[in-house]
Nanobody
Framework: HVQLVESGGGSVQAGGPLRLSCVAS????????MGWFRQAPGKEREGVAV????????NYAASVKGRFTISRDTSKSTLYLQMNSLKPEDTGMYYC?????????????????WGQGTQVTVSS
């Protein structure tokens, strides 16, 4: 049984940083695509940053490229999202997800394991 547990959300002023963490358990970690998605009220869930756990290239949404960085610590089975220069439009619930559909894309429908989410609120 796959379990993903996010942490690190909170409230921050525009321009500030936050780092999200996602601890994964219950499956062969290296075989999955894993990534971060977010959903604002009234909007569809969107992909933020994804990558293949076996290593290789990562994929970012255009709106966060250059500001957000996805990384992983395989020894801790943990995925991170470093968010810098946050903007009010980055506000939303952030979810960690895992899936086996390759290549690793930003479409949330390619992922079938989800965490419970962590709220990020950016004020101007």
């Amino acid at each position: 049984h796959v379990q993903l547990v996010e942490s690190g959300g909170g409230s921050v002023q525009a321009g500030g940083p936050l780092r999200l963490s996602c601890v994964a358990s219950g499956y062969t970690y290296r075989r999955h695509c894993m990534g971060w998605f977010r959903q604002a009220p009234g909007k569809e869930r969107e992909g933020v940053a994804v990558g293949y756990n076996g290593g290789g290239s990562t994929n970012y949404a255009a709106s966060v490229k250059g500001r957000f960085t996805i990384s992983r610590d395989t020894s801790k089975s943990t995925l991170y999202l470093q968010m810098n220069s946050l903007k009010p439009e980055d506000t939303g619930m952030y979810y960690c997800a895992a899936g086996l559909r390759l290549p690793c894309g930003l479409d949330f429908r390619g992922y079938h394991y989800w965490g419970q989410g962590t709220q990020v609120t950016v004020s101007s």
